[in-house]
């Protein structure tokens, strides 16, 4: 019904900045939370940040909070992670995930709720 795909992952340098994209289509005349979790080489994947349809209502680990940033852009179909401070703990696969909202303000933290996953775009942060 919707495919995700994700791109922008690279290697870069500890302190430096990336910015990832997750790219809809399919169903995007629906509205959907989306969110991003990552997930890193022997560890279960986390939750990194959620954003609302709406764009005005986002959450983040307590491990990124002052250094990520979710945003949307409905009309492009497109949610962004910006990765500033990257460090080291930082390399993982990122994965967006999209979840039909139930209003626009709506969003969740939890994985289980998202219907919809990308195939994941690797960032890996160099000491």
């Known amino acids: 019904q919707v495919q995700l795909v994700e791109s922008g992952g690279r290697l870069v340098q500890a302190g430096g900045s990336l910015r990832v994209s997750c790219s809809a289509s399919?169903?995007?005349?629906?509205?959907?939370?989306m969110g991003w979790f990552r997930q890193a080489p022997g560890t279960e994947r986390d939750f990194v940040a959620a954003v609302s349809w709406s764009g005005g209502f986002t959450a983040y680990a307590d491990s990124v909070k002052g250094r990520f940033t979710i945003s949307r852009d409905n009309a492009k179909n497109t949610v962004y992670l910006q990765m500033n401070d990257l460090k080291p703990e930082d390399t993982a696969v990122y994965y967006c995930?999209?979840?039909?909202?139930?209003?626009?303000?709506?969003?969740?933290?939890?994985?289980?709720?998202?219907?919809?996953w990308g195939q994941g775009t690797q960032v890996t942060v160099s000491s």
């Open positions: 995930a999209a979840d039909l909202a139930l209003s626009s303000n709506y969003f969740t933290r939890v994985q289980d709720e998202y219907d919809y």
């Open positions: 399919g169903d995007t005349f629906n509205r959907y939370a």
